[in-house]
Structures are given as structure tokens and as C-alpha cells.
């Protein structure tokens, strides 16, 4: 039996999802925002408790030379619209609250 890898390559995932702390955000809205555009990874979502005094999820996409676009950005307990992802060819709605 194969076992399975202990870590994948950041360009192989479809959608990464972090989350703030208040000890990260910076670092998550900034390194890791750049290094997942850097890596081609297709979606990036941001739920960030810490913005502006008030929590917001913002889904950033479409990367190109290491910068993203923004898709949608919503505050808590909206529904924020996720694109289809391989192999579901469906758009999503994910709710934040």
C-alpha cells in the first residue's frame, strides 16, 4: 500500500483558505497572499477577523506574476460567491456567518 504524501505543493491546491489571527493577519494578507499568487494557485481565501475593526472574507483569483485579482469580498454572515473548481463545474455560495 502507497502511502500518501505528508505535504502537497502549494501550486497543486485549487483554493487555500486562511484565517487570521491577530498575531498573523499581516502575514496572511501580505506574505502569504504573494506567495500563493507567486505559486499559481487559482483561488485564495482570505477570512480575515482582523480588517479594518470589522471581520470580512475576501476571495481573491486569477493570478499573474505573483498578484491577484480580487473576486468577491463580503463581511460575516454574507454569502460570498465561489467560482466552479475542478472537478465541479458548479458556482458555489458559501456562507460566512
Known sequence: MREAPLAI???????VVEITSRNNANHDRIVKLQAYATAAVPLYLLVDRWH???????????????LYRVL????FD??????????HPRHRHLPTG
Open 52 to 66: 479594518s475593526g470589522r471581520p470580512t472574507a475576501t476571495l481573491y483569483g486569477e493570478p499573474e506574476n505573483g
Open 78 to 87: 454574507r454569502e460570498l460567491h465561489l467560482p466552479p473548481l475542478r472537478p
Open 72 to 75: 468577491d469580498a463580503v463581511e
Open 9 to 15: 505543493q502549494a501550486s497543486d491546491a485549487e483554493l
